[in-house]
């Protein structure tokens, strides 16, 4: 769930990240919903499919996908945006999954794309589903990496998550922040893509953090994942101590027709450990597009 957690535990760690282009981007207008920070990057030609990348807590579009959008563009046109109170998102009075989801369906709006693949990393995965669940004429197909179907099995959860509760009564003291006009991308003008990646990270306020995780706390999806019938693939992330692997192996249980990748990585894996996600990632979703 919390990828740039891992990020931000020590600086240290940043220096492996990997050499990737960043693409720029640019604030959208969704009618009636807000603005939020988008990426477009095409595709082999006009008529390829579109991925939408749904980013991990307390990260950017950016900052989760930033490994994977360049080699992507082999297979599909792609597409990430900051959601809600993270990074240049939406700033809403409430954090709501479901809201997240309808942002990504007013986006394919506004970009006249008619469908596509919905790929999302660990709370990008659980948008994902809601995407399926509410909008599921424009969804072509999904990729899970490192996703749940529900939180709060066990005792330390329902602590953890009831606690929340309180600590996100009193985030509503703290400032949400205002999102960056800025639009520039690119690492810093250093060339160093670990200051660029901190500067992502602290796009997102503790205070939105804190609502978006009690809102991830409520969530539950599984009486509903048999019902998903769109190619579905889901990414294992073996070496997690977020989101525990049998969780993430319960969801092929669920999904029909769900095929299985497994990557040997923890759950910063798609950023700190991307030269073993990234190509797992790919097959994944590549294999996603040819059975849609």
């Known amino acids: 769930m919390v990828v740039s957690a891992a990020i931000a535990h020590t600086a240290g760690l940043l220096v492996d990240l990997p050499d990737a282009v960043v693409?720029?981007?640019?604030?959208?207008?969704?009618?009636?919903?807000?603005?939020?920070?988008?990426?477009?990057?095409?595709?082999?030609?006009?008529?390829?499919?579109?991925?939408?990348?749904?980013?991990?807590?307390?990260?950017?579009?950016?900052?989760?996908?930033?490994?994977?959008?360049?080699?992507?563009?082999a297979h599909a046109r792609v597409i990430t945006l900051d959601q809600r109170w993270h990074g240049r998102g939406i700033r809403s009075a409430e954090f709501r999954l479901e809201d997240c989801a309808d942002d990504v369906a007013a986006l394919l709006d506004v970009l006249g794309?008619?469908?596509?693949?919905?790929?999302?990393?660990s709370m990008g995965s659980i948008i994902a589903q809601r995407v399926w669940r509410q909008h599921p004429d424009r969804v072509r197909g999904l990729v899970l990496a490192a996703s749940t179907?529900?939180?709060?099995?066990?005792?330390?959860?329902?602590?953890?998550?009831?606690?929340?509760?309180?600590a996100s009564a009193a985030s509503r003291l703290l400032p949400l922040g205002t999102p960056s006009p800025q639009t520039e991308t690119s690492p810093a003008a250093d060339g160093s893509?670990?200051?660029?990646?901190?500067?992502?990270?602290?796009?997102?306020?503790?205070?939105?953090?804190?609502?978006?995780?009690?809102?991830?706390?409520?969530?539950h999806s599984r009486p509903w994942l048999p019902e998903i019938d769109v190619p579905t693939s889901v990414v294992v992330m073996t070496r997690d101590k977020v989101i525990p692997t049998s969780r993430q192996v319960h969801l092929i249980?669920?999904?029909?027709?769900?095929?299985?990748?497994?990557?040997?990585?923890?759950?910063?894996?798609?950023?700190?450990?991307?030269?073993?996600?990234?190509?797992?990632?790919?097959?994944?979703?590549?294999?996603t597009i040819a059975r849609g």
């Open 149 to 166: 179907d529900r939180f709060q099995l066990t005792p330390y959860e329902r602590l953890f998550f009831g606690a929340l509760t309180t």
């Open 193 to 219: 893509l670990e200051a660029w990646a901190l500067a992502q990270f602290r796009q997102t306020t503790p205070a939105g953090v804190t609502r978006a995780l009690t809102a991830l706390g409520r969530h």
């Open 113 to 121: 794309i008619e469908d596509a693949v919905v790929a999302g990393y």
């Open 23 to 73: 693409p720029a981007g640019r604030m959208v207008e969704l009618p009636g919903r807000g603005s939020t920070f988008v990426t477009d990057s095409p595709g082999p030609g006009p008529d390829a499919p579109t991925v939408v990348l749904l980013h991990a807590l307390a990260c950017t579009g950016l900052l989760t996908w930033f490994p994977v959008i360049e080699p992507l563009r």
């Open 253 to 287: 249980t669920r999904i029909p027709g769900a095929e299985p990748y497994v990557v040997a990585a923890g759950h910063a894996g798609c950023v700190l450990d991307a030269a073993r996600f990234t190509p797992v990632f790919l097959r994944a979703t590549a294999d």
